[in-house]
């Protein structure tokens, strides 16, 4: 599986993004896809995740709670950012487990990963 990030940039505190990953070389539509992000000198944090696609269940981080959400369409997966705030400012990545009923919220559960992309929020 490949997993292609992409919809980062600079935006004003307030302001919106949204992420997209596109999934390529096997469909993703039974793994748990999420997105997580590091910010310098801190480790990789579980932002958001979804699961399989019978299901859709969605998990959040109580910092993003309310702000962010996260969907999923055939083997793309988004992540709507409203109200942006400075402390979200870090790489973000998408990643998929293919185990079936796991919620993995540690970044060390995931089995593929995408590039990564930089999202900055000025205050």
């Known amino acids: 599986v490949q997993l292609q990030a992409s919809g980062g940039g600079l935006v004003q505190a307030g302001g919106s993004l949204r992420l997209s990953c596109a999934a390529s070389g096997r469909s993703v539509s039974h793994y748990f896809m999420g997105w997580l992000r590091q910010a310098p000198g801190k480790e990789r944090e579980f932002v958001a995740g979804?699961?399989?696609?019978?299901?859709?269940n969605t998990y959040y981080a109580d910092s993003v709670k309310g702000r962010f959400t996260i969907s999923r369409d055939k083997n793309t997966v988004y992540l709507q950012m409203n109200n942006l705030k400075p402390e979200d400012t870090a790489v973000y990545y998408c990643?998929?487990?293919?185990?079936?009923?796991?919620?993995?919220?540690?970044?060390?559960?995931?089995?593929?990963w995408g590039q990564g992309t930089q999202v900055t929020v000025s205050s």
């Open positions: 979804i699961s399989w696609s019978r299901w859709n």
């Open positions: 990643a998929a487990d293919s185990t079936i009923g796991s919620v993995p919220l540690s970044w060390r559960r995931y089995e593929y």
